[in-house]
């Protein structure tokens, strides 16, 4: 087990890049080949859209608009 581990360790790369294929294989065995592309658009836009938001501080900028019509004092 701590020969995988290693392995895995050293060549992350191609393990993620391993696990991306299998993943898009089976997303095609299932929904069909322009289906699964969708699928997938729409995951990495979520994902860069989630990316975008979070680079701003969402607390900050949510505490900041509701308390927007507030009176400071």
């Known amino acids: 087990m701590e020969m995988v581990l290693e392995y895995m360790a ?18 095609i065995v299932i929904f ?4 699964a592309l969708l699928v997938l658009i729409l995951t990495v836009g979520g994902y860069l859209f989630g990316e975008a938001i979070f680079r ?10 509701l308390t927007e019509g507030e009176d400071k004092e």
């Open 10 to 27: 050293k060549n992350y790369r191609k393990v993620l890049g391993s696990l991306f294929g299998f993943i898009f294989a089976m997303l």
């Open 32 to 35: 069909g080949f322009f289906q």
């Open 56 to 65: 701003i501080d969402l607390r900050k900028w949510i505490v900041e608009k």
